[in-house]
């Protein structure tokens, strides 16, 4: 198959940059299962920008630096935010709809790190609206071509014409890509002038997340083995308040928004301790509520904290967060009667593939947009409500800067088939799931909110074992989603440990207590 452009991911990111570049081109995308299996659809809290005074650029410009430690890159910080109300517009044009007060002014919330309320919301699902009008959209476009249950296996480079390639090298290429059609088990070449990584985030090689079963880390794999740069990896953002509930995965997220509007934590036996952690108590940035929580359930041997909101008027509650209310009712928590018991949960990756202000990797004809990418927006932490933005504004800019050269390009049709040769279907499948818990329980248990030297090097020597035997069966087995993913998270786990062992200081979202100066 040929494309002009090949979309590899079917969240908010892959979608805006389809729907752009499909009103000059012809666009694939690709997605690993239903076209709305992603972490956009999970979204709750809604997307930051500024919509009016007394907010300003300035203000969102330095909220973001602040949370993100400095490690930001400014430029990138100033053109995000500056660009957001045009971004806000194209959803909204697209048919996006957010909450409005009763004088039909934007109803925007508030989150932790934010000195204004900026979040523009549709109630507690912004995500989930957003996922649907956007998913109407690609579908209904003539230029667009879905592929459902498709898993993007390797992006093509000259690697795959028998070059030798590393990482550095200027001229590495990208032709297009591997991709497993899932549904009539085989292997098909895609070839497109240029590829976009739209594959999110990483949150599922931990136990406990958010995230759903899709966050596996595949593209920031995929790239990495390619030879591109990554950067940040060990930024992972936990969020501090998920409904407690050691059986059911993801976890099921209480939006920040909540305690923006009030909601306070406490401990089982109703001390609010946020209070002895940082005086902005509740509204602190994520990391810091994330580590008291932390630091609490260490010390009272609680397996949870409590987030009370029962002193929130109950139509507010309803009104705002009825999918919250609904979900925590199920779960047999009237959370306008009684506390919500919570954890944190990993929750966002800030780092991943490296780019620049355009969503260009270090790999010509290859763009990285949403949470799999690393455009220096968030530094060491990000912003509440910051990522849905990035998605939209550098969805826009690959359009732009590659719509500038697309007609230049030839696709190379020397490029060669899949080659299974020596391959066999998987004996055990449950061997490869059983090494996927293994990944999740290292992850959870020795490289998450507080680290140190002795659990992160635990961590490599067990990741890398498992890296050995995963690349054993990988070489003489036909290629699975379940296989795939198990490689990927592998290559994405050893990335976050390596990253965390090279980080000397504490800053952000990375914290190791052999870095505390005595
Ligand atoms: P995703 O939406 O995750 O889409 C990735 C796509 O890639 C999926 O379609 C997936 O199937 C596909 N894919 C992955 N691997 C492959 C492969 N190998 N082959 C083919 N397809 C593949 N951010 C905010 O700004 N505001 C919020 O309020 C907010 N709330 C959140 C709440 C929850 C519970 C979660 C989990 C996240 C939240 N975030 C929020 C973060 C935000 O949702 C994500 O960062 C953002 O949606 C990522 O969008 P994306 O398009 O990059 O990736
Ligand atoms: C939330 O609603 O708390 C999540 C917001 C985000 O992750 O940006």
Known sequence: MIFDYLVIGSGIAGLCFALKAAEKSKVCIVTKKSISESNTYFAQGGIASVIRFPDNFNKHIED???????????????????????????LINWGVCFDKDEKGNFDLNKEGGHSEP???????????????????????????????????????????????????MPDIECYGAYVHDVLNNKIIKILAKITVIATGGIGNIYYVTTNPEIATGDGIAMCYRAKAECADMEF??????????????????????????GAKLKTIDGYYFMKDYDSREELAPRDIVARAIDSVLKKTGDEYV????????????????????????????????????????????CGGIKTDEHGKTTINNLYAIGECACTGLHGANRLA????????VFAHNAFIHSISYIDKIKINYKIPDWNEEGTSFPKEMIII???????????????????????????????NELYIKTEEIYKKTK????????????????????????????????????NVKN
């Open 118 to 168: 900026r979040v523009l919301h549709y109630k507690d699902k912004t995500g989930y609206y957003i996922q649907n009008v956007l998913t109407e959209r690609v579908k209904n476009n003539p230029n667009i071509t879905i592929l459902e249950y498709h898993f993007a296996i390797e992006v093509i480079t000259q690697h795959h014409l028998g070059y030798k390639v590393k990482r550095g």
């Open 385 to 392: 409500s910051n990522s849905l933005l990035e998605a939209i």
């Open 64 to 90: 973001t630096i602040k949370i993100g430690c400095g490690l930001n890159r400014r430029e990138i910080v100033e053109m995000v935010i500056k660009q957001a109300p045009e971004r806000i517009n194209d």
């Open 306 to 349: 409590l987030l009370d909101a029962t002193h929130i008027d109950e139509r507010l509650i309803k009104s705002k967060f009825p999918n919250i209310f609904k979900e925590c009712l199920k779960a047999g928590y009237n959370i306008t009667k009684e506390p919500i018991p919570v954890v944190p949960a990993a929750h966002y990756i």
């Open 433 to 463: 799931k059983n090494y996927f818990k293994e990944l999740q329980m290292i992850m959870s248990n020795y490289v998450g909110i507080i680290r140190s030297n002795e659990r992160l090097n635990l961590s490599l020597n067990k990741v």
């Open 236 to 261: 992972i953002q936990f969020h501090p308040t998920t409904l407690y509930n050691p059986v059911k995965r993801p976890a099921f997220l209480i939006s920040e928004a909540l305690r923006g509007a």
């Open 479 to 514: 290629i699975s989603p379940h296989l795939c993913e198990l490689r990927n998270a592998i290559n994405v786990a050893y990335l976050i440990i390596k990253f965390a062992l090279n980080r000397k200081e504490n800053i952000g979202l990375h914290y190791n207590i052999d």
